[in-house]
């Protein structure tokens, strides 16, 4: 009883410590995806935990809406799977590809119970009708994994009052302006915020100093150029709508919509709501103000590219408040080593962002917050002011991460450059690849997405199967056809190496910038 006694009286202290002083092992900037992780991770682990955030509101955002199976079980790990429920999540259980009018359906496949993937179950019948678990004519299946989708917002309060409710984390609503340095050292001592006074309503100086700050204030962080010295590359814009009670077989699968100058991805985040993102390149002709701006280029561009059956639910959403639909812009930043910057941390998408077209941006969250809440525990860094343990724990998270993100973020970019194709070449790979889907081969490729299996190479060996795959029906689209055919074959070959080369172009820089 003593023992407990003494346990309480701790706690009661660093509380007191944080809420009074504002000082704790850990200050975290940001109670959003990766912020909530990593401060319940660390605050699990019996560090003293102070969460700071702008704006303790319900966020209304469309981004953060879809969560790999990955992320699913990375989740559970951290102790937080409660997070999504009652919050009408919706599971997931696979990709829906429809291109030009041609479709076809897969489903993550089912796992060994070491991880393997059970490579051709992954186009079962079960998998089209939406049913991801079971038995298939008296035979039974590995269980197979699910994602879920859901309104960003309703899940980011469930990780906040779960960090709210945790001993060890104090939550404040302030607003992080800069960081603090020490007066001999360059060292990062804390952050300086503003806090709204209640009385007044007027925001005043206020500070938070830990042995570690962890900044994720986001992609539009205001920390990220003085701490990384990065900056995002954005090559278009996700618009959304909400779409209500939208018929959409199959049913719990993400719908990739392919057409030629569209490109949406569409999947259910409520009983009664279908988030629809649509693509808009920066600058695109067709979204010219001449042309109707975004919402002429959604109405005339997209729209008539989604099947018969949603089209009246996309221009209803459309036409419901007469505005331009919400944006967001998508980036690509690759990560970089931190190890130099003493005291502090970026991380989350102010670390480190690819499209958002594969949904993997909380996978990589909740998987980086588990890895370094492991490479921090306190049997490994009793003390996080040691400068040196942290640096070299900064160093192993850098590498042992790629093994997921590189090829979340990889994909991301390759299938993007591949699915909003603008010439001839990425639009024969853009073929092949849906081609490589119809032919079944597709477990490995999904379960790489889905944040399942961790091998690298294993995505660079299906990236190049799909473009010599487009050589191959490219070949029979020249020579094809005709008795003399057999003379084009000069001009294929030629053609073979374009494709081979713009495949080179969009997969190898890519990979090799997430191998640094």
């Not at 030009?100 to 993937?117: C, H, I, K, M, N």
Request: aromatic share 8%; net charge neutral.
């Amino acid at each position: 009883m003593a023992g407990a006694d003494e346990s309480q009286a701790a706690r009661d202290r660093e509380r007191e410590r944080r809420e009074q002083h504002h000082e704790a092992d850990v200050v975290v900037v940001g109670a959003g995806v990766f912020g909530c992780a990593i401060a319940y991770a660390l605050a699990t682990q019996g560090r003293s935990v102070i969460l700071l955030e702008r704006w303790m509101h319900e966020p209304d955002r469309i981004i953060g809406e879809l969560l790999q199976p990955g992320g699913v079980e990375a989740l559970r790990k951290l102790g937080l799977e409660k997070c999504l429920e009652d919050i009408d999540a919706i599971p997931c259980y696979g990709y829906h590809v429809l291109y030009r009018g041609e479709e076809v359906a897969f489903s993550y496949p089912p796992l060994t119970g070491d991880g393997g993937v059970v490579v051709g179950a992954g186009n079962r019948k079960e998998a089209l009708d939406g049913h991801g678990n079971g038995h298939v004519k008296g035979e039974k299946t590995p269980a197979r994994p699910e994602g879920r989708s859901f309104h960003h917002g309703r899940f980011i309060m469930q990780l906040r009052r779960a960090c709210l409710a945790h001993p060890n984390i104090s939550v404040f609503e302030t607003e992080a302006t800069a960081t603090i340095r020490g007066q001999h050292s360059d060292e990062v001592l804390g952050v300086q915020t503003r806090t709204k006074n209640q009385e007044t309503g007027e925001k005043v100086p206020d500070c938070f100093f830990g042995q570690l700050t962890i900044i994720a204030d986001g992609y539009q962080s205001i920390f990220r150029q003085e701490l990384l010295g990065t900056t995002p590359v954005v090559r278009s814009k996700f618009y959304a709508l909400e779409l209500i009670d939208c018929p959409f077989p199959p049913a719990n699968h993400g719908h990739v919509v392919i057409g030629d100058q569209a490109l949406a991805l569409l999947y259910q985040i409520g009983t009664h709501e279908t988030r629809a993102l649509i693509n808009v390149p920066i600058n695109h002709p067709a979204a010219s103000p001449a042309n109707g701006g975004v919402r002429g280029y959604i109405e005339k561009v997209v729209i008539p590219a989604l099947p018969p059956h949603v089209q009246p639910s996309a221009r209803a959403a459309l036409a419901a408040d007469g505005r331009i639909p919400k944006s967001m812009p998508n980036s690509w930043l690759p990560s970089t080593k931190q190890t130099t910057q003493a005291g502090a941390i970026l991380l989350g998408d102010a670390y480190n962002m690819r499209h958002p077209l594969t949904g993997g941006g909380m996978t990589v969250a909740f998987n980086d917050a588990l890895l370094l809440a492991s490479l921090l525990a306190p049997d490994a860094v009793p003390s996080l002011a040691d400068r040196a343990a942290v640096r070299a724990a900064m160093a192993a998270f850098h590498w042992r991460r790629k093994s997921l993100t590189s090829i979340i973020n990889v994909l991301a970019q390759a299938l993007y450059s591949l699915f909003a194709a603008d010439d001839w070449q990425l639009r024969a790979l853009q073929r092949g690849c849906f081609r490589y889907f119809q032919r079944g081969w597709t477990d490995e490729p999904v379960a790489l997405l889905g944040g399942l299996l961790r091998r690298p190479l294993t995505l660079a060996y299906h990236f190049f199967s799909v473009a010599f795959l487009a050589i191959w029906l490219n070949v029979l689209d020249v020579c094809g056809g005709h008795v003399l055919g057999f003379l084009k074959l000069p001009l294929a070959l030629v053609q073979a190496v374009l494709i081979l080369w713009k495949a080179c172009v969009v997969f190898l820089p890519v990979f090799a910038t997430e191998l640094r």
